[in-house]
């Protein structure tokens, strides 16, 4: 079933994301992240609906101290767009965009490079468990509650 909040705030979210030009499907990310609650933590210290971490979310154009914009989720979605769409000029594809999203760029960078690989199918088994089953997790969701698969989902424009 849909998240109780879906409702109210995935027409917010996509807005956001089709204003920033990122394909409005990816905004179920926020869904795998925090079960669409724009309070929640991590105990690691990633906050929102888009589960950023400070330094993330700083680099991305997000205040974390009073208020802490990662709760705010308009301004969290925009800062998901700029980072959805750093991550695809980097690696052009949204399963390995997927995958930097959860384990880090530089990780995801790193293993392609060791890998001599290019997708990640190929490198999947050299990545963290949590990072192996979120990539799939949200290419589910993706699937399901927007009717499109990752590999069908436009570049950002």
Known sequence: PLPARARDLMP??????????????????AEAESSLNPAARSPVGAKGLFQFMPETAKAM???????DERTDPEKSARAAARYLRLLHGRFH???LVLAAYNAGEGRVG??????RATTFSAIAEALPAETRMYVP????????????TPDRIAPPR
């Not at 917010?12 to 990310?29: D, H, S």
């Open 110 to 115: 790193r293993t392609l490079t060791a890998q």
């Open 137 to 148: 997790k949200v290419c589910a969701l993706i699937a399901t509650r927007a009717g499109v």
């Open 61 to 67: 154009g997000l205040s974390t101290f009073l208020p």
């Open 93 to 95: 594809n949204w399963a």
């Open 12 to 29: 917010r979210l996509r807005a956001v994301f089709t204003a920033e030009g990122i394909p409005p499907e990816l905004t179920w990310i």
